[in-house]
C-alpha cells in the first residue's frame, strides 16, 4: 500500500462534526500526497463555518501523522465564498434543502418484498400527518409507479427541476415515469450514478420531512451512488425469516456500516400467513428478522405477516394503509412506521 492510499485510510477514521460519516466518504477530501515525510491533503467544504474547517484541520493533521513515514502534514482547507450560499444546510455536508431526515429501503436480495414495505410506510407517515417523499432508485426494475398507482410524466419547474409527481399524500419519483411501460433500462453503472445524482439533487422536492429511498436489492452502483451523494440519516433492511434471505441481509448490513450510514432497524416481512380458518403458518419460518437484529445489535422495527390484501393493494396501486387504513395489514405497517420515527429521534 502507497503512502497515499495509507493515508486515505487514516482519513476514513475522521468523522465530520456532528456525523457519524467520515470527511472521504462525504466526498471531501480532493488530493492526498505524500513525499519526504510529509503529508499533503486538500478539503473542499460545503459550510462557512470556521470552527468547522478549524476542528477538521486540526483531526485530519492528527490522523496523518499516525501513518508510518509521515512526520508532517500541511491541510489546506477551502471553503465557499463569503457571498456565496453554501450548498448544504448549515454546516452539513451536501445536505438536501429543505429535507429534514433520508432513510433508504434496502435488502440484501430480491423478492422480499421491499417495494411494498417502502410504498406502505411512506403512506404510513403521510397519514400521521408528516411531509414525505418517496424516491425509486430502483433503475432496472421500478415498481413505485404501479404500487402507487402514479402513470405520467413529471413537469419540470422554472428553475430546470424535475416536480414530484403526488399521490396518497407522498410525493414520489421514478425512472419509470420517464420510460415507456416495456422499455429496458441497459445502462452501465456511470448512468445509474448519474441518473441516481439528479433524482436527487435535480428534483424540486420542497419541504419534507422525511425522504424515504427505495434501493434496488443488492450492493451495488445504486446503493453507493446514493450514500456518495447524499447523507442519509439511516438505512432500514428489509428480510424473511429464512436464513437465505439473511444470509444476504448481513452483506446489506456490512455495506452501510462501511460507508458510516447508521442501521436504523431491521423489518421481518412475510412472517406468517393466517389460513382462512385462523390457522397460523410460518411459511418461511419465523422470528429470523429479529434474532439478526440481535446478533447484529440494531433495532427490530417489526413484523408484517403475509395479507393477501397488501398484495392486491400494490396491483391496484392503492396500498393497504390507504385503502383499509383500519385493518390488520395497516396495523402492521403502522407499527413499523412509528418504531422508525422511534429509531430515527
Same mark, same amino acid.
Given at each position: 500500500m502507497s503512502l497515499e492510499e495509507s493515508l486515505q485510510e487514516a482519513l476514513k477514521?475522521?468523522?465530520?462534526?456532528g456525523y457519524s460519516r467520515d470527511i472521504v466518504s462525504f466526498g471531501l477530501v480532493k488530493n492526498v500526497a505524500a513525499a519526504n515525510g510529509s503529508a499533503s491533503i486538500d478539503l473542499e467544504l460545503t459550510t462557512h463555518s470556521p470552527d468547522i474547517a478549524g476542528e477538521l484541520k486540526t483531526t485530519v493533521e492528527a490522523a496523518a501523522k499516525t501513518v508510518k513515514g509521515i512526520e508532517h502534514a500541511m491541510v489546506q482547507i477551502?471553503?465557499?465564498?463569503?457571498?456565496?450560499?453554501p450548498t448544504a444546510t448549515g454546516a452539513q455536508p451536501n445536505r438536501m434543502p429543505g429535507i429534514?431526515?433520508? /432513510?433508504?429501503?434496502? $435488502?440484501?436480495?430480491? &423478492?422480499?418484498?421491499? $417495494?411494498?414495505?417502502?410504498?406502505?410506510?411512506?403512506?404510513?407517515?403521510?397519514?400521521? &400527518?408528516?411531509?414525505? &417523499?418517496?424516491?425509486?432508485?430502483?433503475?432496472?426494475?421500478?415498481?413505485?409507479?404501479?404500487?402507487?398507482? +402514479?402513470?405520467?410524466?413529471?413537469? /419540470?419547474?422554472?428553475?430546470?427541476?424535475?416536480?414530484?409527481?403526488?399521490?396518497? &399524500? +407522498?410525493?414520489?419519483?421514478?425512472?419509470?415515469f420517464l420510460l415507456e411501460s416495456d422499455q429496458p433500462v441497459i445502462w452501465r453503472g456511470p448512468m445509474i450514478m448519474k441518473t441516481i445524482q439528479q433524482f436527487v439533487m435535480q428534483v424540486d422536492w420542497g419541504t419534507l420531512d422525511v425522504l424515504l429511498v427505495d434501493l434496488p436489492p443488492g450492493t451495488g452502483d445504486a446503493q453507493l451512488s446514493l450514500c456518495q451523494t447524499v447523507p442519509l440519516d439511516g438505512g432500514v433492511i428489509i428480510t424473511t425469516p429464512q436464513e437465505a434471505s439473511l444470509g444476504v441481509v448481513r452483506k446489506g448490513i456490512a455495506m452501510f456500516q462501511k460507508v458510516n450510514v447508521p442501521i436504523l432497524g431491521i423489518v421481518e416481512n412475510m412472517s406468517y400467513f393466517i389460513t382462512p380458518s385462523g390457522d397460523r403458518v410460518e411459511i418461511f419460518g419465523h422470528g429470523g428478522g429479529a434474532g439478526e437484529a440481535t446478533?447484529?445489535?440494531?433495532?427490530?422495527?417489526?413484523?408484517?405477516?403475509?395479507?393477501?390484501?397488501?398484495?392486491?393493494?400494490?396491483?391496484?396501486?392503492?396500498?393497504?394503509? +390507504? $385503502?383499509?387504513?383500519?385493518? $390488520?395489514?395497516?396495523?402492521?405497517f403502522g407499527n413499523v412506521a412509528a418504531a422508525l420515527r422511534s429509531s430515527l429521534g
Amino acid at each position: 500500500m502507497s503512502l497515499e492510499e495509507s493515508l486515505q485510510e487514516a482519513l476514513k477514521g475522521v468523522n465530520y462534526p456532528g456525523y457519524s460519516r467520515d470527511i472521504v466518504s462525504f466526498g471531501l477530501v480532493k488530493n492526498v500526497a505524500a513525499a519526504n515525510g510529509s503529508a499533503s491533503i486538500d478539503l473542499e467544504l460545503t459550510t462557512h463555518s470556521p470552527d468547522i474547517a478549524g476542528e477538521l484541520k486540526t483531526t485530519v493533521e492528527a490522523a496523518a501523522k499516525t501513518v508510518k513515514g509521515i512526520e508532517h502534514a500541511m491541510v489546506q482547507i477551502k471553503m465557499p465564498p463569503a457571498g456565496q450560499a453554501p450548498t448544504a444546510t448549515g454546516a452539513q455536508p451536501n445536505r438536501m434543502p429543505g429535507i429534514n431526515k433520508v /432513510v433508504a429501503v434496502a $435488502s440484501g436480495k430480491g &423478492g422480499v418484498g421491499k $417495494s411494498t414495505c417502502a410504498v406502505n410506510l411512506a403512506c404510513a407517515l403521510a397519514q400521521d &400527518g408528516g411531509e414525505i &417523499g418517496l424516491l425509486d432508485c430502483d433503475i432496472y426494475g421500478p415498481s413505485v409507479p404501479l404500487m402507487m398507482g +402514479v402513470n405520467e410524466r413529471p413537469m /419540470v419547474s422554472p428553475e430546470e427541476k424535475l416536480v414530484p409527481l403526488m399521490n396518497h &399524500g +407522498v410525493k414520489l419519483m421514478s425512472i419509470g415515469f420517464l420510460l415507456e411501460s416495456d422499455q429496458p433500462v441497459i445502462w452501465r453503472g456511470p448512468m445509474i450514478m448519474k441518473t441516481i445524482q439528479q433524482f436527487v439533487m435535480q428534483v424540486d422536492w420542497g419541504t419534507l420531512d422525511v425522504l424515504l429511498v427505495d434501493l434496488p436489492p443488492g450492493t451495488g452502483d445504486a446503493q453507493l451512488s446514493l450514500c456518495q451523494t447524499v447523507p442519509l440519516d439511516g438505512g432500514v433492511i428489509i428480510t424473511t425469516p429464512q436464513e437465505a434471505s439473511l444470509g444476504v441481509v448481513r452483506k446489506g448490513i456490512a455495506m452501510f456500516q462501511k460507508v458510516n450510514v447508521p442501521i436504523l432497524g431491521i423489518v421481518e416481512n412475510m412472517s406468517y400467513f393466517i389460513t382462512p380458518s385462523g390457522d397460523r403458518v410460518e411459511i418461511f419460518g419465523h422470528g429470523g428478522g429479529a434474532g439478526e437484529a440481535t446478533r447484529q445489535e440494531v433495532p427490530f422495527l417489526g413484523e408484517v405477516p403475509i395479507f393477501t390484501e397488501i398484495r392486491e393493494g400494490g396491483d391496484s396501486g392503492v396500498p393497504v394503509v +390507504v $385503502s383499509d387504513a383500519k385493518g $390488520s395489514p395497516a396495523d402492521a405497517f403502522g407499527n413499523v412506521a412509528a418504531a422508525l420515527r422511534s429509531s430515527l429521534g
